[in-house]
């Protein structure tokens, strides 16, 4: 069983930037595709990066491309996204996601098992 701890969220400023962390427990972590998503109030809860275990393979959202990217440390049970030219409708919470099994990374939150709390991020204009 995994546990899933983010942080790095806060108050920026349009244009800014911002690194969260997503630290994992156990020692299977490696194994593990990641994904962050991100929550508005009032909106579904949506894919904004994965990557794949061994960190070939990334997918972005659309909203997000060129402006965002993930990675991850597996010595360190760590994944990142690092999130640049920060707008006001990146404000959200975001999440961090993990699943066990699979090669390739995954888009939608049904196909992910751990979830951690959440970070909330805030882009003012």
């Known amino acids: 069983q995994a546990q899933l701890v983010e942080s790095g969220g806060g108050l920026v400023q349009a244009g800014g930037s911002l690194r969260l962390s997503c630290a994992a427990s156990g020692r299977a972590f490696s194994s593990y595709a990641m994904g962050w998503f991100r929550q508005a109030p009032g909106k579904e809860r949506d894919v904004v990066a994965a990557i794949n275990w061994s960190a070939i393979s990334t997918y972005y959202a659309d909203s997000v491309k060129g402006r965002f990217t993930i990675s991850r440390d597996n010595a360190k049970n760590t994944v990142y996204l690092q999130m640049n030219s920060l707008k006001p409708e990146d404000t959200a919470v975001y999440y961090c996601?993990?699943?066990?099994?699979?090669?390739?990374?995954?888009?939608?939150?049904?196909?992910?098992?751990?979830w951690g709390q959440g970070t909330q991020v805030t882009v003012s204009s």
């Open positions: 996601a993990a699943r066990t099994v699979g090669s390739t990374w995954y888009s939608s939150p049904y196909e992910y098992d751990y």
